[in-house]
């Protein structure tokens, strides 16, 4: 489970750092013929957007799976390890709860765009919404297995130190 959830957290990397690319080159380009050629892209602002919401959503799972969102940790700081752990993991579950309703409430809104298009590129709005949904779903998916982890950590802390103490720290 380890190597395929690390498999597709780097394959998201790269895959961000290329609509990231696709992004910028797409923007130039548009700049280029708009200033100089005087004849501006119709297209490429929406795709400019599509890219613009892969970034921001994927780019929030991979913040998920780096465990690196904006966050306030002065309290996890200064609360005892084991309520620390307690609390994190009760955030968690909490964010879980809210991607399975955005997730569960996201598919009549991607059933209804199946049949709405982008005004020029004439693509579905599907594609948009597919990104967001997909991204729901892999930081889903991220957070319950950080939370499976956190948790079968805290059980093993907690045999490892029952185990010491059960032997009174005798020196034999």
Request: with cysteine; hydrophobic share 55%.
């Amino acid at each position: 489970m380890l190597k395929l959830r690390s498999w597709i957290y780097n394959v998201i990397i790269y895959m961000n750092a290329a609509v990231l690319l696709l992004m910028f080159i797409l923007l130039i380009v548009q700049v280029f013929f708009r200033r100089w050629l005087n004849d501006p892209l119709t297209w490429s602002e929406e795709i400019a957007l599509l890219t613009m919401v892969w970034i921001t959503f994927v780019g929030a799972y991979q913040c998920t799976a780096e465990d690196s969102h904006l966050k306030m940790s002065f309290l996890k700081n200064a609360l005892p390890k084991r309520l620390s752990l307690f609390l994190n993991i009760i955030t968690k579950i909490i964010i879980i709860i809210f991607l399975i309703l955005a997730m569960v409430y996201g598919i009549p809104l991607l059933e209804m765009s199946i049949s709405r298009y982008l005004p020029i590129t004439k693509l579905s709005m599907l594609v948009p919404y597919l990104i967001i949904w997909g991204s729901i779903v892999l930081m889903l998916i991220e957070v319950a297995l950080q939370v499976i982890t956190e948790l079968k950590d805290a059980i093993v802390k907690s045999n490892t130190d029952n185990e010491s103490t059960s032997q009174g720290g005798k020196n034999e």
